[in-house]
């Protein structure tokens, strides 16, 4: 497997993009610490893990606070043996604009995007470097980094800021074999989000959401959204040694949505 060896720490395990990811890491044979403030995304990602074979912790950690993820990066070394790959994807959503934000919502926001994925990438690569062996971290954005989005300005901007960050710490890495780039999902399919959930034990979603995401598969090229499972190919690709001169880019999972020139309507 690709991965075999490698231990990985997935930032955000909700069973959306962070729990597919960290079960594709898994699946190709890294063992896997989940990180979340909340502690059920943490069980249930880490126990999913194990019931398929493989090989999980669950560490509840805010982001936001260097001690926590000082505590929690320590243990998965310690616990799994060793640090390889870091995915920062731990974000929270609040849909709000410049006249309607409060400084404490745009604090908190971007906080746990851009200062939590600072504190994470920070502590991981100390233990990189002192391991001497280089690494990988993966910043996830989002297509909203890329673009303008009304009423959403704190995400907007914390992931937009994200994607100098992984250049800038890709540069400042380089000499440490540690590489460092980013993944750009967009919309996402929500059936694989679903699907996990309940295998996860989790309460029924509503499937009124299906409706919801069908404008977004009609506006990309595709005509069809990519789900969690694709993001997770796209993370062990950035991880493994076949992207082993691959560092300060971004890979765009987007079914084509940033390269689509804005007044072109995909679905006709």
């Known amino acids: ?17 962070g729990g597919g990811i960290a079960e594709g890491l898994a699946a190709a044979g ?15 990602c880490a126990a999913a893990i194990r019931e398929a074979g493989g090989e999980a912790i669950g560490i509840r950690c805010d982001v936001r606070s260097l001690e926590q993820v000082e505590e929690a990066v320590a243990r ?36 746990v995007i851009l200062t939590g994925a ?34 959403n300005v704190a995400y907007c901007t914390a992931k937009s800021g994200l994607l100098n960050f992984t250049r800038s710490v890709a540069m400042e890495l380089a000499s440490h074999r540690i590489r460092v780039n980013s993944l750009t999902p967009t919309a996402t399919d929500p059936r694989d989000a679903m699907a996990r959930a309940e295998r996860w034990g989790r309460p029924e ?23 969690p499972t694709d993001y997770a190919r796209a993370v062990v690709f950035l991880a493994s040694d076949d992207a082993r001169h ?17 007044a072109w309507n995909p679905s006709g």
């Open 30 to 44: 890294a063992k896997v610490g989940c990180l979340d403030v909340d502690p059920g995304n943490v069980e249930d």
């Open 76 to 111: 998965v070394r310690r616990e799994l043996g060793r640090l390889d790959v870091l995915v920062n994807n731990a974000a929270i959503f609040n849909q709000k604009g410049l006249l309607d934000m409060s400084l404490e919502e745009w604090a908190n926001q971007t906080g």
């Open 246 to 262: 691959v560092t300060g880019a971004d890979l765009c999972v987007d079914a084509g949505a940033l390269a689509r020139y804005w």
């Open 205 to 227: 979603t509503d499937p009124r959401i299906l409706d919801f995401f069908e404008g977004f598969r009609r506006g990309v090229p595709m005509q069809e959204l990519p789900d």
């Open 118 to 151: 600072f504190l994470c990438s920070k502590v991981f690569a100390r233990h990189l470097v002192e391991q001497g062996e280089g690494g990988a971290i993966v910043n996830i954005v989002s297509t909203a980094g890329h673009q303008g989005q009304p009423g």
């Open 1 to 17: 497997m690709r991965l075999s060896g490698k231990v990985a720490v997935v930032t955000g395990t909700s069973p959306n993009i």
